[in-house]
């Protein structure tokens, strides 16, 4: 019996294995064969697959290899820096190419009429790619990440936080926040002469955090900035584990990571539902819940009386985690890349200071939303910073059929990368100036500053473009404001041109800036 036993389990063991090896060859052998193959004969090539890895090592090598470098002040080459490989491999094969992200297929697109067949398709052939546990942890299944119906569901209820109507009424908390700093600064500056030098990149990443924590959570704000911090550390996580070869099932071994992981999300989450249950209770109390953010949120999903809620309190929780960290992180960055572009194009920055004075008037004078909206200079400003340093360099779907694009066929579960910032360099669409700082460019609109309409990708296009861009505009917009209307600046000798990606593009070694204080 026991003889019997035995040999029915090393018969099991055998069919298991048989499988296990069976599928990691489908995966890790003859899929990416017969995909490259594939590709090939429609004249797409690429570096070379190499087993398990892709090109993943590769890639390493190159950015490790240019990690030191450091650009000249007035140079915006930064691929070279932060997509080394994507330069390398474009040179080498074109705009459209194909390469290996372990063993899967990636496919890059640097073509912005292929870009926008993708980014503007409504039927769901080109979903967002799954970001991993990591960045799920930090982000959440929002509308960053949902697909289909949905999405659209989750689009009902977070939209109405995001009309001008209410952003307009969010203006006064952002200046107010960013007063508070400016005051520091110039007490800084006063017991220094006049000029003080300020490490303005961490400055704005506190600033934008008090901002989202005040629109987004009102009088909760203080559980906000606990929020704030366990992000930063979840974004650590995630972007050392960014470029590591996907293991199925090994986020759910308790690793050091993953325990660590596991601690901050559920902080995360009771943090922001006991702010929820919080605003619920008040709202039972014929109080209501608020007219900030989580509010406008929470009186959206509640619908009408009788009416069943439109999302659970876990996809509310989500939405929070989306619009807490991509409110404050990119924001934080299109500010400090701004402060060095006028810290660096004084012209520029005389421009805006003189626009500011004549829409909001001088140090005193309350920003009104509707004020900031006439700021054109600025709006121009902020969009060649974008366009130069925005915070996302690219962009990635994955194909959820077997499909066509630009007349090429494509396999179902191919990752398709649009490289925003090498496109965003692409002087065939932006001009023979495509590599320098020119706001003018933006004069007569978004739409009429390339030779694309749809050559701006730093909000994405389409459907599923960034829902937060107004909130972020009228932000930077205020603070900006306030700035100029105090200080003259210009970037300190100390400082080292080089931007690095950390999920998001931002300095390296911070922004260190001298602040003169302006005769009122």
């Known amino acids: 019996?026991?003889?019997?036993?035995?040999?029915?389990?090393?018969?099991?063991?055998?069919?298991?294995?048989?499988?296990?090896?069976?599928?990691?060859?489908?995966?890790?052998?003859?899929?990416?064969?017969?995909?490259?193959?594939?590709?090939?004969?429609?004249?797409?090539?690429?570096?070379?697959?190499?087993?398990?890895?892709?090109?993943?090592?590769?890639?390493?090598a190159m950015r490790v290899a240019t990690a030191d470098d450091v650009l000249d002040l007035r140079s915006h080459d930064i691929i070279r820096r932060v997509l080394p490989q994507y330069q390398a491999w474009m040179a080498a094969h074109g705009k459209v190419f194909l390469s290996w992200t372990g063993y899967r297929p990636s496919l890059c697109v640097a073509d912005y009429d292929m870009a926008k067949q993708i980014l503007s398709n409504k039927t769901g052939l080109h979903s967002k790619t799954d970001p991993g546990p990591n960045i799920m942890a930090l982000l959440g299944k929002g509308l960053a990440f949902t697909e289909g119906d949905e999405w659209a569901r989750h689009r009902r209820v977070v939209h109405p936080a995001f009309t001008m109507d209410k952003l307009k009424m969010m203006s006064k908390t952002m200046e107010e926040c960013a007063a508070k700093v400016i005051r520091e600064w110039e007490a800084r500056a006063m017991a220094a002469g006049g000029v003080a030098q300020v490490e303005i990149g961490q400055q704005f990443v506190e600033l934008t955090a008090n901002v989202i924590s005040h629109t987004a959570f009102g009088s909760s704000y203080k559980e906000g900035k606990e929020v704030?911090?366990?992000?930063?550390?979840?974004?650590?996580?995630?972007?050392?584990?960014?470029?590591?070869?996907?293991?199925?099932?090994?986020?759910?071994?308790?690793?050091?990571?993953?325990?660590?992981?596991?601690?901050?999300?559920?902080?995360?989450?009771?943090t922001l539902m006991a702010i929820i249950d919080e605003r619920q209770a008040a709202a039972k109390d014929a109080k209501g819940y608020g007219n900030d953010l989580l509010g406008l949120m929470l009186e959206a999903n509640a619908g009408k009386e009788g009416q069943r809620a439109i999302m659970s309190m876990d996809d509310i929780v989500a939405e929070c985690k989306t619009f807490f960290f991509a409110g404050h992180d990119t924001t934080s960055h299109l500010l400090t890349w701004a402060v060095f572009l006028l810290g660096t194009h004084p012209e520029w920055q005389r421009k805006l200071r003189e626009e500011v004075l004549r829409e909001c008037g001088g140090v005193g004078a309350s920003l009104h939303g509707d004020s900031l909206n006439k700021l054109k200079f600025a709006t121009m400003v902020l969009y060649e910073t974008l366009r130069l340093y925005g915070a996302v360099i690219m962009l990635t779907r994955t194909t959820t059929t077997d499909m066509e694009l630009g007349g090429m066929k494509i396999p179902k579960g191919t990752s398709t990368i649009i490289p925003i910032a090498i496109m965003h360099r692409d002087e065939e669409v932006w001009g023979a100036d495509a590599g320098e700082f020119n706001p003018d460019r933006f004069r007569d609109g978004v739409g009429r500053a390339a030779k694309h309409p749809s050559a701006m990708l730093a909000f994405s296009v389409g459907p599923r473009?960034?829902?937060?861009?107004?909130?972020?505009?009228?932000?930077?917009?205020?603070?900006?404001?306030?700035?100029?209307?105090?200080?003259?600046?210009?970037?300190?000798?100390?400082?080292?041109?080089?931007?690095?990606?950390?999920?998001?593009?931002?300095?390296?070694?911070?922004?260190?800036?001298?602040?003169?204080?302006?005769?009122?």
Not at 23 to 45: E, N, S
Not at 242 to 268: A, D, F
Request: aromatic letters at 12%.
């Open 465 to 520: 473009a960034c829902i937060g861009q107004d909130f972020a505009m009228l932000e930077a917009k205020a603070t900006l404001a306030t700035i100029l209307r105090r200080f003259e600046f210009e970037v300190a000798p100390e400082y080292v041109h080089a931007p690095a990606e950390f999920l998001t593009l931002q300095p390296k070694c911070g922004l260190p800036v001298l602040l003169k204080l302006l005769d009122q």
């Open 1 to 60: 019996m026991a003889s019997s036993t035995v040999l029915v389990l090393v018969a099991l063991a055998l069919v298991l294995a048989t499988w296990v090896w069976t599928v990691a060859m489908q995966h890790l052998v003859w899929r990416p064969y017969a995909v490259g193959k594939a590709f090939r004969r429609q004249g797409i090539r690429g570096p070379a697959y190499r087993f398990f890895v892709g090109n993943n090592e590769e890639s390493k």
């Open 228 to 270: 704030f911090e366990a992000q930063r550390e979840l974004q650590y996580i995630a972007f050392s584990t960014i470029n590591k070869v996907h293991v199925p099932g090994l986020e759910y071994v308790p690793t050091k990571t993953n325990v660590r992981r596991w601690q901050l999300n559920r902080k995360v989450r009771g």
